[in-house]
């Protein structure tokens, strides 16, 4: 391996490292669901709405997120929205009142959605060629779910240790607290000089963010965004579901927690990235066979009796499912460099991509939550599993309007080369 090769992959595992640890509060819920509502007080629907507050936060400010990021280092801003997240995590840890929680998971947003992740998107694309795209974003995610994987399993493992109660929790809050300080702090350092986080102060303003705007491809690729996350949203709700219908126990919960929202990205993202560049050579093509896969597997899901006998059948469907959606994840931004978005709007185009494709968590998170509320037991299940069937059916559409866009670029570039 070349000296520059290696210097691009070092970068590239920086950024991943900063990918997978960024998010660990504000997705608290993720590995904490049930000590959550046993040690903070929190409903199914108080956790939506905490969701959702922090959803609605990062979606206003997604496009200044991609505006910041064509317009400063992306090196200063990517460990400010670690460091500052790091922050916040040790005043959670406090338990403080829902109000304050409520303004603690906005503020996450800030640091995360704004700061953080447009210039980590635009970093990422950069040290990727038009033909490494989806592999770029399937080993980021991949790269992400190794760290995920590692660092929940180490505040899963505190939270146990500590005796599964307040105490274990409080401390996990302060592992993903001294965790992100930690991250961005080397950050900071590693990436110093780095070309493709430093040169990227590019005079385009208002005028750059205009032409994103102006890109019919940067909508379909959004709404395509939008469909896969709605999707993904419902994936938090197996968590539940495994202790609810097949009494898993709280410590199993949440290990299988971790596995269903972090470890899946391990397989998933490459597996994603390496089927929609070597196999079907399309990552919009790729999405859209996966959204029709996803039909299927829910009615398994959905037909499989809610019986301890039958505990392990449940976790291997859901899991399979949940793969399936991280596959997608993988390489939904990769469809920037298909439908031709010019680099130089990089950070605007994937500003305008979040604003619409992360809007999902303003409220999905809501509505699934009040279902389990409302219509308490399988039926409040039943519902959302089968809201989840048919919105994947609807992004089978929005994928194929996608993919028909892809195809036509295609053919009038061939057209202009052999002309």
């Not at 447009?118 to 974003?137: C, H, T």
Request: aromatic share 12%; with cysteine.
């Amino acid at each position: 391996m070349t000296a520059p090769a290696k210097a691009k992959w070092l970068r590239f595992l920086v950024l991943v490292l900063g990918g997978g640890t960024i998010y660990k509060l504000a997705n608290l819920k993720d590995a904490f669901y049930i000590p959550m509502q046993e040690h903070m007080g929190l409903s199914h629907t108080q956790i939506g709405t905490l969701l959702s507050a922090n959803a609605i936060v990062a979606t206003a400010l997604f496009v200044l997120g991609g505006f910041l990021a064509d317009r400063f280092e992306t090196r200063r801003l990517i460990p400010l929205g670690l460091i500052g997240a790091g922050g916040l995590g040790i005043y959670l840890a406090s338990f403080p009142g829902f109000n304050q929680q409520l303004v603690v998971f906005s503020l996450l947003a800030v640091c995360a959605d704004c700061l953080f992740w447009p210039s980590l998107l635009k970093a990422i694309r950069n040290l990727g060629n038009d033909n490494e795209q989806s592999r770029m974003f399937g080993f980021l995610e991949g790269g992400r779910g190794v760290v995920d994987t590692l660092v929940a399993f180490c505040a899963l493992g505190l939270f146990v240790a500590l005796g599964s109660g307040a105490l274990g929790l409080k401390t996990a809050i302060l592992f993903y607290s001294a965790i992100d300080i930690g991250v961005g702090v080397l950050t900071l350092f590693l990436l110093k000089g780095d070309p493709q986080t430093t040169a990227t102060r590019e005079p385009i303003g208002g005028k750059g963010l205009l032409e994103a705007v102006r890109s019919p491809g940067i909508w379909l690729v959004s709404l395509n965004v939008f469909m896969v996350y709605i999707v993904y949203c419902g994936l938090t709700y197996f968590i539940p579901y495994l202790k609810d219908m097949y009494h898993l126990p709280v410590a199993l919960v949440g290990a299988y927690g971790i596995i269903n929202q972090y470890f899946l990205k391990v397989l998933g993202g490459p597996a994603g990235g390496y089927i929609a560049d070597k196999v079907l050579k399309s990552s919009s093509r790729y999405l859209k066979w996966a959204f029709l896969a996803l039909v299927p597997l829910m009615l398994i899901i959905l037909n499989i009796p809610r019986q301890e006998s039958f505990i392990y059948a449940g976790m291997a469907a859901t899991l399979t499912f949940a793969l399936v959606v991280f596959t997608m994840r993988g390489v939904f931004w990769a469809p920037m460099s298909e439908v031709g978005i010019p680099s130089r709007i990089t950070g605007s185009a994937f500003g305008i991509g979040c604003l619409i494709g992360y809007a999902p968590g303003m409220f999905a998170y809501v509505i699934y939550g009040s279902l389990l509320d409302r219509y308490p037991g399988e039926l409040g299940y039943t519902y959302v599993f089968s809201l989840m069937s048919v919105l994947a059916v609807v992004g089978f559409g929005v994928s194929g309007l996608l993919q028909r866009r892809v195809k036509r670029r295609a053919d009038q570039q061939q057209a202009e080369a052999l002309a």
